[in-house]
């Protein structure tokens, strides 16, 4: 219920402000205000989602002990002849690494970004990439190593690094890649490339939300 509020929520926001990014065609992403906001909403939802998972694990862990406790305690109720022959169900091991601590290592990334700690942030990101690349934090990990980059004014790393994106064949920040593509190009002095890759979002990714970012770009950028 919860998320389906914060949505929502998110969709509302996004109505109100669109309109008043539309009276400011010419002015980039990184000047409206309601930008960040929309970024910052979504980590808030990948972090309770991430929450959620991390609490699932811990419930199955929580029933894993009960029901060695029942063992136990059954155990116990049974003749010691009984008691010789029985022999303790053994625990798994994990078969791939700890949800939580991926989520612990994004959410600190994450601050270190909105700190503009970005080398820091470079470092957590590219551990979660190399390290738990199957983890469904892995391509949102990608997205932030490139604005990483891109906050450093290393335009053409932030370029590399945000087509990394579209490797993953699930991820929700595709369209959110191909608008700062167009932007990386445009900071390097290439309105031609910048204006394709925009045209590009519009083409691939008609109901994006930025939409109509791309568009006041593109009426920007064009001679």
């Given at each position: 219920m919860w998320r389906s509020f914060v949505l929502m929520l998110t969709v509302l926001c996004l109505i109100g402000?669109?309109?008043?990014?539309?009276?400011?065609?010419?002015?980039?992403?990184e000047d409206e205000t309601w930008y960040p906001m929309t970024q910052e909403l979504k980590?808030?939802?990948n972090r309770l989602e991430g929450m959620l998972e991390e609490l699932s694990d811990e419930t199955s862990d929580l029933n894993k002990r009960a029901n060695s406790l029942e063992n136990r305690m059954s155990l116990l109720s049974q003749p010691a002849q009984q008691r010789e022959e029985y022999t303790p169900p053994t625990t798994p091991a994990p078969s791939g690494p700890m949800t939580g601590n991926v989520q612990t290592t994004y959410n600190t990334a994450l601050d270190n970004y909105y700190n503009r700690d970005y080398e820091k942030a470079i470092g957590?990101?590219?551990?979660?990439?190399?390290q738990h690349s199957r983890s469904t934090l892995a391509d949102n990990a990608q997205y932030w190593l490139a604005e990483c980059y891109y906050g450093l004014e290393d335009y053409q790393r932030a370029i590399e690094e945000f087509r990394k994106v579209f490797s993953y064949a699930d991820t929700e920040k595709d369209d959110d890649a191909q608008l700062k593509l167009g932007f990386c190009y445009a900071n390097t002095g290439d309105a031609t490339q910048a204006v394709a890759e925009l045209r590009k979002l519009l083409n691939l990714y008609p109901d994006s939300e930025f939409a109509d970012v791309a568009r006041s770009r593109i009426e920007a950028l064009s001679p």
């Open positions: 402000l669109s309109g008043c990014a539309t009276t400011k065609k010419k002015a980039s992403l980590e808030d939802i957590k990101f590219t551990q979660i990439i190399s």
